[in-house]
């Protein structure tokens, strides 16, 4: 069987090996999660709460995850992680305390209090960025406050008239416009309490839930095993949002069961590399990127969960096709009866996944609560359930060690993005503060001639590009706001413009030379990353042309407004993407065959426009 029914403690709650072996600093992690897990549980409910104090509690919360718990190296980063944990938690603190007279100063400094405090905040949240998600990210932001202060002295349109320090800091720290962004709220107020959703409902038996359903419903077609991890990586990128935590998770499963089934271990980690990252763009949760896109567009996470629907589908859909072909290359079989779990299992261990799910999607599409609000509601019911395990057994023993581990998975997650965004936030605000934004759209339009599908491509190579070293939510942050502005000026719609750039930071994830899905896969397969990397360009190629269906056929993310032309319009995008898929891999090895799929995919894809 691919699956077994849970066992064992859950990973990373010491409480099971008895109380008297759990270390203080294990202790600590587990206050500071909890302390985490109920702030950000209390914002949804809380009502209105000045920004200068809830989003500086968020960096504070998260730092120890970066600086004290994450592990370190050397013995010089621990002292540095200490000593800057201290500092940059001090530092956000005299932010909540001083908030009353901060405000009256209207983004300016006074005092040198206040710009050491600045600074130790610049250099804590840089530091934080480096240590979570390596140097790029930082290195860009770093670059950007040089041309901040610095960009009076760079001569023609590039150049700035010049910011005072205490003005340019200020506005960066004591005021809304760099850390304390919006940004940052959307990270503290929207995506954590759906983080926090994520990993209570990753601590119980949804996994075995979700698994059970899709091996029963695609093992026993053709390349069953594949498909299984097609539809689990689905399923499971709707709790997670990470295409690495998904390809880690289902990727341990999947990937070793279809290697025992005779499959090459490349195209075995190919599948789950590819399969995994669509879960940033499966609705009803997503990915945190998705949240960010509705604060920079002032939509609503509901609307763009719809419009997200069709394409998500196409995802998998393309995976599903890839793999099928390759089935028919390979003679890959189906599972057999006996490596079914059986309806029995399904029913039994669904409705840990289901219920929670379900009671999300019934508040978001059929009440007026706000989606915090609905992620809220569903993680009460995911607590409750946690008490049960996937034999419908209570307990109690077991409930309290979920509880930890799922606190402690999202403390770590939520100090992981709040890196990510914080960063990036100062990246948007020096943009905002120098024109610097509007002054790159300038140089897109120019080098594109003015032609909008110039454009795209350039805005999709500069996507894949960033994404390559940054996460998929730091890629899309930046990118969309550098050549946003342009694909909109030359004529796309907003929306349009924020999909194509996060679908294509979506796909930097199995895009070599650095792809970071295919190396995990790889690992986990014990195979070389190069030909992984090739299988998923393979099986991905049809991937890379959705956004640019979607640009063509307006229709296919306008499902609320028309149902029947999106419908068609998927179709239409559909047929295309399986017809380069084929010429792809060339499942019936007819190379002739192979030219007539790649005109017939594109006519498919860019004639007739539906929309």
């Known amino acids: 069987m691919l699956i077994r029914e849970e066992e064992g403690a859950p990973e990373g ?7 008297a072996s759990v270390a203080p600093r294990e202790w600590l992690m587990l206050a500071c999660a909890v302390a985490t897990v109920a702030f950000h549980s209390y914002l949804i409910f809380s009502g209105l709460i000045p920004n200068l104090i809830t989003r500086p509690i968020h960096l504070l919360l998260a730092i120890p995850w970066i600086f004290i718990f994450a592990p370190a190296g050397s013995a010089v980063a621990r002292v540095t992680g200490w000593a800057l944990a ?16 901060l405000a009256d100063q209207y983004g300016v400094l006074e005092g040198p209090l206040q710009y050491a405090v600045a600074l130790l905040l610049i250099v804590t949240v840089l530091e934080m960025a480096r240590r979570a998600i390596k140097w790029v990210l930082p290195a860009i932001a770093v670059l950007v406050l040089l041309y901040g202060y610095f960009g009076w002295l760079i001569p023609g349109q590039f150049g700035h008239a010049g910011l005072p320090l205490g003005y340019f800091l200020g506005t960066l720290v004591i005021a809304e416009g760099g850390l304390w962004s919006s940004l940052t709220g959307l990270s503290a107020e929207v995506v954590a309490p759906f983080v926090i959703l994520g990993a209570f409902i990753s601590a119980g038996a949804a996994g075995t839930g979700f698994m059970a359903l899709a091996v029963q419903l695609a093992g026993r077609y053709r390349a069953g095993a594949a498909k299984v991890s097609v539809l689990a990586s689905a399923m499971y990128g709707t709790i997670s949002g990470t295409a690495a935590a998904n390809t880690a998770s289902t990727g341990m499963v999947t990937i070793p069961a279809m290697k025992r089934l005779g499959y090459p271990p490349a195209l075995a980690a190919a599948v789950e590399a590819v399969a995994s990252t669509g879960g940033q763009i499966m609705p009803p949760i997503m990915g945190a990127a998705v949240f960010v896109m509705a604060e920079l567009l002032r939509t609503s996470y509901q609307s763009l969960m719809v419009a997200a629907a069709l394409p998500a589908f196409l995802f998998f859909a393309t995976a599903w096709f890839g793999v ?12 057999s009866r006996e490596e079914l779990p059986g309806w029995p299992l399904v029913i039994r261990t669904l409705p840990f996944f289901l219920l929670p799910f379900g009671l999300l999607v019934w508040f978001l599409a059929f009440t007026g609560y706000t989606a915090p609000y609905a992620a ?42 709040a890196a990510i965004i914080i960063c990036a936030s100062l990246i948007v605000g020096v943009f905002h503060m120098t024109g610097l934004g509007v002054k790159i759209t300038s140089i897109i339009i120019s080098a594109a001639g003015g032609n909008l599908w110039v454009a795209l491509l350039l805005t999709g190579l500069a996507s894949l590009i960033l994404g390559m ?27 349009y413009a924020h999909f194509f750039v996060f679908w294509y930071a979506l796909l930097c994830t199995i895009t070599p030379p650095v792809c970071g899905n295919v190396f995990i ?10 030909p992984v990397a090739w299988r998923a360009m393979q099986l991905g190629i049809g991937l890379f042309l959705v956004p640019l269906g979607f640009v063509a056929n307006p229709a296919l993310l306008q499902l609320a407004a ?22 792809a891999i060339d499942p019936l090895r007819r190379a002739w065959l192979r030219p007539l799929a790649v005109v017939a995919g594109l006519m498919a894809l860019f004639l007739l426009p539906v929309g």
């Open 13 to 19: 709650a010491p409480l099971a090996r008895g109380l």
């Open 86 to 101: 201290v500092l940059g938690a001090a530092s956000a603190l005299y932010i909540v305390l001083a908030r009353e007279e």
């Open 324 to 335: 099928h072909q390759f089935a028919i290359r390979h003679g890959l079989r189906g599972l």
């Open 376 to 417: 809220g509601f569903a993680t009460w019911l995911t607590a409750a359930l946690l008490l049960m395990d996937a034999k419908g057994r209570l307990r109690l023993g077991r409930w309290v060690m979920r509880l930890w581990s799922a606190c402690l998975e999202a403390g770590r997650q939520i100090a992981a993005i």
């Open 469 to 495: 070293e940054l996460p998929t939510t730091a890629a899309y942050i930046i990118c969309v706001a550098v050549a946003g502005p342009a694909l909109v000026e030359l004529g796309l719609p907003e929306l």
């Open 521 to 530: 896969a790889a690992g986990i397969a014990r195979t070389p990353w190069l």
């Open 562 to 583: 028309e149902p029947f032309l999106a419908l068609l319009a998927m179709l239409k995008v559909g047929l295309g993407v399986w017809l380069l898929s084929f010429a």
